[in-house]
């Protein structure tokens, strides 16, 4: 089963590449190592990583790897913003920058998610969203299959 989780956020970022770079420099600050693999080539409007927690070891991840995807641009992600939020209800029309973390598998690695959660909130106070929960999702909220 995949479990996708969206992030909407007023960043002011132009690349999808540098938002990600920032995101990411970020995560590296403020908590255990990662392992990542770079996803693309995009356009520049977008930009994504196959993530997961480092071992202590360096070797490889201690769960499931996940995708972080970000999308900048209003006028890029509209189509997102409308479809969720079409009388803006949740004050996200204007956003300009999208992230979506996608899991899959047996393991997935939600302390990362939640890592990237508190990130996302602290660099540009996202608004979260899911498919079964809408805007409901309580801070951290994420379900744990």
């Known amino acids: 089963m ?3 989780l969206c992030f909407f956020c007023r960043s002011g970022e132009e690349r999808g590449d540098e938002a990600l770079d920032r995101l990411l420099d970020y995560l590296l600050e403020s908590g255990d190592g990662l392992w990542g693999e770079w996803l693309g080539p995009f356009e ?11 071992s202590s070891d360096g070797g490889s991840p201690v ?3 996940l995708t972080l995807e970000v999308r900048v641009g209003v006028a890029e992600i509209a189509e997102s913003v409308i479809a969720t939020s079409p009388n803006d209800e949740w004050g996200i029309w204007g956003c300009d920058l999208l992230a979506t973390v996608t899991l899959s598998g ?3 690695d939600w302390a990362l998610v939640h890592r990237i959660w508190a990130a996302l909130v602290s660099l540009w106070r996202a608004v979260p ?3 079964s ?6 801070a951290g909220g994420a379900p744990q299959h």
């Open 44 to 54: 520049d409007s977008m930009a994504a990583f196959s993530l997961g927690t480092g």
């Open 63 to 65: 769960a499931d790897l």
């Open 129 to 131: 969203w899911d498919e």
């Open 106 to 108: 047996d393991n997935p």
């Open 2 to 4: 995949t479990y996708r």
């Open 133 to 138: 929960s809408g805007f409901e999702i309580p």
